[in-house]
C-alpha cells in the first residue's frame, strides 16, 4: 500500500507570496491532519480535515487554510507568506480518527520564505 | 492543556549500549500516547503506541515504552543501540485536550557512537 505522499517536496518562495501545498493519504484513510515543524517551536498542528470538514484547528492565524477533497486529498493553503513561516511543513493520514488511530506521516513539503 | 515533557534535548550513546529517552505528559484523563522517529530529510515513522491495554508496550525496530500512570512518565527503551538508530524522537500526547490531534514534546537526539 502506498504511503502518504506530499508536493512539492522544496518550494522556494518570496514573502507576501502564497503558497499552495498537497497531500494524498494512504488508501482508505478519511482523516488527514497537517503540522508545522520548525526548529525554535519544534512540531505544531496546524488542522484536521475528516470528510471535508474541518474537525479540529491549531493556533494558528487565519493566513493558513486548508481544504479536504472527495477523494480524502488535502491541500493547505498559506496566504501572504512571512518570514516565520518557513518549515517543514507535515500531512498526517489516518483511518478515523488521529486520536487513537496511528498516524501515518508523509515525508514533507520544505518551505523556505526569502 | 496536554503537554509531553521530553528530558534531555540530546542523549549519546555507544553502540550496544541501553537507549532511554524519557518522556512525561501532563493529561487530565487517560491518554494515548506514542512515540515516533525522524530520520534526517524524512517525515515521521510511528514507533510504538500505547492505548491501555498493556502497560509495556513493544515496538519496531527492538523498541519498547512502559506506561506509568503514578510517575506519568512513557520512558522508551531499547536494550542495545544500534548505529542506524541515530536520529530524532518525538513522544506524543492525544486525548482529553488534546482531541483529534497530536501534542509533540520537543524531541530528543540521538546519537549512537561506534
Known amino acids: 500500500k502506498a504511503g502518504v505522499t506530499q508536493t512539492p517536496r522544496y518550494l522556494i518562495k518570496t514573502r507576501g507570496q502564497q503558497v499552495t501545498l498537497s497531500c494524498s493519504p494512504i488508501s482508505g484513510h478519511r482523516s488527514v491532519s497537517w503540522y508545522q515543524q520548525t526548529p525554535g517551536q519544534g512540531l505544531q498542528f496546524l488542522f484536521e480535515y475528516f470528510s471535508e470538514t474541518q474537525r479540529n484547528k491549531g493556533n494558528f492565524p487565519g493566513r493558513f487554510s486548508g481544504r479536504q477533497f472527495s477523494n480524502s486529498r488535502s491541500e493547505m493553503n498559506v496566504s501572504t507568506l512571512e518570514l516565520g513561516d518557513s518549515a517543514l511543513y507535515l500531512c498526517a493520514s489516518s483511518l478515523e480518527s488521529p486520536t487513537y488511530d496511528e498516524q501515518y506521516f508523509g515525508p514533507g513539503t520544505r518551505l523556505t520564505v526569502t | 492543556a496536554q503537554s509531553v515533557t521530553q528530558l534531555g534535548s540530546h542523549v549519546s550513546v555507544s553502540e550496544g549500549a541501553l537507549v532511554l529517552l524519557r518522556c512525561n505528559y501532563s493529561?487530565?484523563?487517560?491518554?494515548?500516547l506514542f512515540w515516533y522517529v525522524q530520520y534526517p530529510n524524512q517525515g515521521l515513522q510511528l514507533l510504538l503506541k500505547y492505548t491501555s491495554a498493556a502497560t509495556l508496550v513493544k515496538g519496531i525496530n527492538g523498541f519498547e515504552a512502559e506506561f506509568k500512570k503514578s510517575e506519568t512518565s512513557f520512558h522508551l527503551t531499547k536494550p542495545s543501540a544500534h548505529m542506524s538508530d541515530a536520529a530524532e524522537y518525538f513522544c506524543?500526547?492525544?486525548?482529553?485536550?488534546?482531541?483529534?490531534?497530536?501534542?509533540f514534546g520537543q524531541g530528543t537526539i540521538l546519537t549512537v557512537h561506534p
Open positions: 506524543a500526547v492525544s486525548g482529553g485536550t488534546s482531541y483529534g490531534k497530536l501534542t
Open positions: 493529561s487530565s484523563v487517560p491518554p494515548y
